[in-house]
């Protein structure tokens, strides 16, 4: 069968579905899957078995519009013949939601594999195709001679200044996450061989918390219950709410 997937962004609620994809993918089904065409080379590096089509933010509307969420999406995967459509969404305002009575009872991680029926515990199976050569530029250029503590501090709708931060740094040079790169997955080697990890709930932390890096970790989370996904590899857990910068 051909499984279309409908989660046109964040990079990070990607990152938290694709192992759907791969389940999908490990049973011979095709999967394919409209992303923001502005992920769409990350993403394709990452698991180049999906077929992930462009999706224009000003194709059909604005940004945050249903156009560009669903219908688009659901357009391309029409096009594309499949023959099952999963919209992962658990929330969208306007636009009734494939399962709300189970919206209102799990997280919005949860939802996702519930209305695929994927296993929930297939999240942690996350399979990526690396790049050691981009990852190696990158650690090159940002990574000190010996231990040091990486940090992320901006999600999508808050940040955390660095100064906020004290004994999570543990005294150890510190090389901060920014936008010097296109591509998530390009900072992978700087993740696995840092001392320490510092994180705001976003991209970084899921990739991190999927991967099952064993490190010492921080994690400052930001969102309510629903809205923080569930995370299960060993995290420290501070409270963000004194230290949010929102814009």
Known sequence: MRMGLVQTRGIGDIIIALPIAQ????????????????????????????????VTPNARGSLGSQAYFVDEPQD???????DTTHILYSYFTGYQVARPELRKHL??????????????????????????????????????EGPYTLVHLEGSDAS????????????????????????????????????????IDSCFSNLIDQLGIDRPKWLYLRSSVANTPVYRS??????????LQIP
């Open 23 to 54: 389940y999908f993918l490990d049973r011979g089904h095709e999967v394919v899957w409209p992303v923001d065409a502005r992920f769409l080379r990350s993403f394709q590096g990452a698991n180049p078995r999906v077929k992930f089509c462009p």
């Open 160 to 199: 955390i200044g660095l100064e906020a931060l004290r004994s999570e740094i543990g005294g150890l040079p510190v090389v901060q996450i920014c936008a010097i790169t296109e591509n998530v997955f390009d900072w992978l080697l700087v993740i696995e061989r840092a001392a320490r990890l510092v994180m």
């Open 107 to 144: 997280k919005f991680d949860e939802y996702k594999y519930a209305v695929t029926g994927v296993p929930f515990s297939e999240k942690w199976r996350l399979s990526i195709q690396r790049n050691a050569e981009r990852e190696r530029r990158l650690f090159e250029r940002v990574a000190p």
């Open 76 to 82: 391309i995967l029409r096009a594309n013949a499949c």
């Open 234 to 243: 060993g995290w420290s857990f501070l409270c963000a709410k004194d230290t």
